[in-house]
């Protein structure tokens, strides 16, 4: 069996004996043994392509398997992984590893509830190794399709009408997506879905390259938080619950950014320098959009769901930069927003479970009554506003330095209005800060309030120390993500 699969293979696992569990503990026991288990993997499979690289080995994707599907439209289990695919499989694992402890005491349901959310961690699994286009939209799809219920039904506030927003606008995206899908393998004239073969072919006739690129591109912006698309995501964090919070926001949402430049830039590059121009001004709006309506929200969860469609908006932003710097900036962004956007909903969670309210205007003085969970949120916020030795600083730089290497005035005012983000966030985490943290808590109910326990801590230090290490020592992960970067930046270079 190729290592890859067992990426697939462990959530597989992972659902039978859940479907088998009987008893919370039992439960409680599959989901640690099998998120750990896919966590080990990821760090396994890391070493291993950081070793065939050292060892001068120089395929475009490493750890190839290829089975034939469905022969009449050349349909394979196709996979492999370069550096951003390693890099986003460890984020996977992290994020669903603290997702698991972040869910521990979660009721009821508590079997269906994580049956839901290992199909959709292994969609996302499934979506990152594979190679053949018709493999990654059915992952794509699956990793969709849980979302409903996980909100639907363990959500709060407005859930239902969250979960039903959500799926429809991300089904509609993946009409997009499919249209885009099969117009490349029939524009193409190729004899397989695989994308690495379509991309060296590279014969898809540039007026259909116009008609594709945009569709593939929204399909997969969608999910990015594409302006104006990105309305479903907002609602959709403010009623789903913790963990799916974490994983929706941290590793699905990166899907989108992922596709864009994984298939939508690679195999189309002539069009996405023709038209690149049009969605960096969509993509400008939302990260400046974003940030300033995070500013004006009062529920916790709503000030980060605006905050992702900013950072998630910079991801977009840099791709389309068409070039290394940039595209390096935007993996980078998509581990960092990745790890932080997964830490903050935990903590308002946390939080959230205690207080039982979101509403800044109600919260305030709890660094005397949580401090664990108070200076955590203090760590957060400053990785979120760019402060250096944390992983947003690096990101952010990296994408703004990149971003200013296009030498006309039309990426260079694009990219300084972008960079204004920076401060507009800085007001909203400092001013939110200093509201809900310090002061005197007013609220005699809020006295009583405990701190973090054992689990929540597990999760909560494991991204942390995450945000930290790639914050101050990003130089491997960035140069791992540089040489995956080259074969796709070399074909949209005109």
């Not at 908006?313 to 960092?336: E, Y």
């Not at 007013?442 to 942390?464: F, G, P, S, Y």
Request: overall charge neutral; proline content about 3%.
């Amino acid at each position: 069996m190729n290592f890859l699969s067992i990426f697939v293979l462990i959530p597989l696992l992972m659902l039978a004996g859940l479907w088998a569990a009987r008893g919370i503990k039992a439960i409680r026991g599959v989901m640690v043994t099998g998120a750990s288990a896919l966590l080990i993997t990821s760090v396994v499979l890391t070493f291993m392509y950081l070793g065939e690289r050292s060892a001068g080995n120089t395929a475009e994707m490493l750890f190839r398997a290829d089975t034939l599907w469905y022969a009449p439209l050349h349909i394979s289990y196709s996979v492999g992984v370069d550096g951003i695919s390693v890099a986003m499989l460890l984020l996977s694992a992290v994020i669903v590893f603290t997702g698991t402890f972040a869910s521990w005491r979660l009721q009821p349901l508590t079997k269906e509830y994580f049956l839901w959310f290992t199909l959709l961690s292994m969609g996302v699994f499934g979506f990152f190794i594979s190679i053949d286009l018709f493999t990654m939209f059915m992952f794509y799809e699956i990793a969709l399709i849980p979302m409903y219920l996980l909100i639907g039904v363990w959500g709060s506030g407005r859930k239902e009408y969250a979960a039903m927003k959500l799926t429809l606008m991300l089904m509609g995206g993946s009409a997009f997506l499919l249209i885009g899908i099969l117009g490349i393998y029939f524009g193409s004239g190729a004899t397989t879905m695989n994308l690495l073969e379509i991309a060296q072919l590279h014969n898809i006739p540039f007026a259909q390259q116009c008609i594709w690129f945009p569709l593939t591109f929204l399909g997969f912006g969608v999910l990015g938080a594409l302006f104006p698309f990105h309305t479903w995501s907002p609602d959709g964090h403010a009623s789903a619950p913790t963990a799916v919070s974490m994983l929706h926001a941290g590793v699905l949402m990166k899907l989108g950014g992922y596709g864009c430049f994984r298939i939508a830039m690679y195999l189309m590059p002539e069009a996405a320098n023709e038209l690149s121009w049009i969605f960096l001004i969509l993509t400008g709006i939302s990260v400046v959009y974003g940030a300033f309506s995070a500013c004006v929200q009062t529920d916790l969860k709503y000030i980060n769901a605006y905050s992702s469609v900013s950072h998630c908006g910079l991801v977009l932003f840099a791709i389309l930069m068409l070039n290394q710097t940039a595209a390096t900036g935007a993996i980078l962004q998509m581990l960092s927003h990745g790890l932080m956007t997964a830490l903050f909903f935990a903590l308002i969670g946390m939080i959230y479970g205690r207080t039982h309210t979101r509403d800044v205007r109600e919260l305030t003085g709890l660094m005397k009554v949580m401090p664990f969970l108070s200076v955590c949120y203090v760590i957060a916020g400053l990785a979120n506003l760019g402060l250096p030795g944390l992983s947003g600083f690096i990101a952010e730089m990296t994408i703004f330095v990149g971003s200013f290497q296009n030498n006309d005035v039309f990426h260079r005012t694009l990219t300084i209005i972008a960079c204004s983000s920076i401060v507009i966030t800085a007001v909203y985490i400092l001013r939110l800060v200093g509201k809900i943290l310090y002061g005197t808590c007013t609220n005699k109910h809020h006295l009583a309030l405990t701190d973090a326990t054992w689990d929540e801590r597990v999760a909560v230090i494991c991204l942390i120390v995450c945000v930290a290490g790639l914050g101050m020592a990003p130089f491997w992960v960035s140069h791992m993500i540089g040489e995956s970067v080259l074969p796709v930046v070399s074909q949209l270079i005109p």
